[in-house]
């Protein structure tokens, strides 16, 4: 069974730090890239960052850039995002998915309906 799950989320103060972890079962995460999306309630669900299958080469949304970090481990089928200086805006729930390994080279890791599996979500809530 392919499955994506989703851990890390909590309650942060703002400039808190948190690591979100997505971990895979039922399929080997290094063949595919892998995104992290997000969902605020009442907006659409926006691409924060991609990482590549081959190169681990690495993209992110302009609204994160210097702050957030995307990192892989083949050995633990594991993705994770290092989210530091955190703000009320990043408060979200947090899905990662997987998708094909051209995504970042194609200009596509941005596009929802391009990743092919998705975890159930991890809610990250940035507030005093």
């Known amino acids: 069974q392919v499955q994506l799950v989703e851990s890390g989320g909590d309650l942060v103060q703002p400039g808190g730090s948190l690591r979100l972890s997505c971990a895979a079962s039922?399929?080997?995460?290094?063949?595919?890239?892998i995104g992290w999306f997000r969902q605020a309630p009442g907006k659409e669900r926006e691409g924060v960052s991609c990482?590549?299958?081959?190169?681990?080469?690495?993209a992110y949304a302009d609204s994160v850039k210097g702050r957030f970090t995307i990192s892989r481990d083949n050995a633990k089928n594991t993705v994770y995002l290092q989210m530091n200086s955190l703000k009320p805006e990043d408060t979200a729930v947090y899905f990662c998915?997987?998708?094909?390994?051209?995504?970042?080279?194609?200009?596509?890791?941005?596009?929802?309906?391009?990743?092919?599996?998705w975890g159930q979500g991890t809610q990250v809530t940035v507030s005093s």
């Open positions: 998915a997987a998708g094909p390994p051209s995504l970042i080279a194609t200009a596509r890791w941005e596009i929802a309906k391009r990743y092919n599996y």
């Open positions: 990482i590549s299958s081959s190169d681990d080469r690495t």
């Open positions: 039922g399929f080997t995460l290094d063949y595919y890239a």
